[in-house]
């Protein structure tokens, strides 16, 4: 079943502009994970933040979680061309799999 | 790459045709997932296998029919499917079942004609 649900749909913006995505979920987490997807490839893990942690960084990407708004944000810095993609977050409650949004679609222009 | 591994990329079929889509993991993982993926729909996870043995079916038709000889292999059987099946098939691996990062193969575009 559909956890996170990205916010905006589409976004766009020029290269070097700083690019901010939101998730939000419904149901207690163990984690969140935002995960990465180029036109038509499988999804590349970015970054896992867990229910206990509230901001996470790796190199331009930085992740904030807030569970009693039950929402995160994916920051990407000093976007880049090749950033172009859809973002998604995916939640880890009980069970065994990762619930994912519909995504968040990134066109980054030069 | 990944070392989620699927073959074939492409694959056409008719609504009457039985085919397989393959996966292979190369990283020890425990856990193989089969997940569809349609356009303007999130992913939707179809089955879930922990050391060989299925342990979560996401009420996907029978027409679907998933196998895991040995935790480094998985399959799709794919039998009278319909136009509505047409979508990326995306497999991934996990270490564990219980979920930390997991590895996405490239997928399989399906067309069902």
């Known amino acids: 079943s559909q956890q996170g649900e990205e916010d905006p749909q589409a976004l766009s913006i020029q290269e070097g502009e700083n690019a901010t995505m939101n998730c939000s979920y419904k149901?207690?987490?163990?984690?969140l994970q935002w995960y990465r997807q180029n036109s038509g490839r499988g999804l590349v893990h970015l970054i896992l933040?867990?229910?206990?942690?509230r901001e996470k960084h790796s190199g331009r990407l930085r992740v904030t979680l807030d569970t009693s708004k039950k929402s995160s944000s994916l920051l990407i810095t000093a976007s880049r061309a090749a950033d172009t993609a859809s973002y998604f977050c995916?939640?880890?409650?009980?069970?065994?799999?990762?619930?994912f949004g519909k995504g968040t679609s990134l066109l980054v222009t030069p | 790459e990944t070392g989620v591994t699927q073959t074939p990329r492409h694959l056409v079929m008719g609504m009457t045709n039985k085919k397989s889509l393959k996966c292979e993991q190369h990283?020890?993982?425990?856990?193989m997932y089969w997940y569809k993926q349609s356009a303007k729909k999130p992913l939707e996870l179809m089955f879930v296998?922990?050391?060989?043995?299925?342990?979560e079916n996401n009420s996907v038709p029978s027409r679907f029919s998933p196998e895991c000889p040995n935790s480094s292999h998985l399959f799709l059987h794919l039998h009278t499917l319909q136009p509505e099946d047409s979508a990326l098939y995306l497999c991934?691996?996990?270490?564990?079942?219980?979920?930390?990062?997991?590895?996405f193969g490239q997928g399989t575009r399906l067309t069902v004609v």
């Open positions: 991934a691996s996990s270490q564990q079942a219980t979920q930390g990062k997991a590895f």
């Open positions: 149901t207690s987490i163990n984690n």
């Open positions: 933040i867990r229910s206990n942690e």
């Open positions: 995916a939640t880890v409650s009980s069970g065994y799999a990762l619930n």
């Open positions: 990283l020890g993982h425990n856990a």
């Open positions: 296998y922990s050391l060989e043995e299925r342990v």
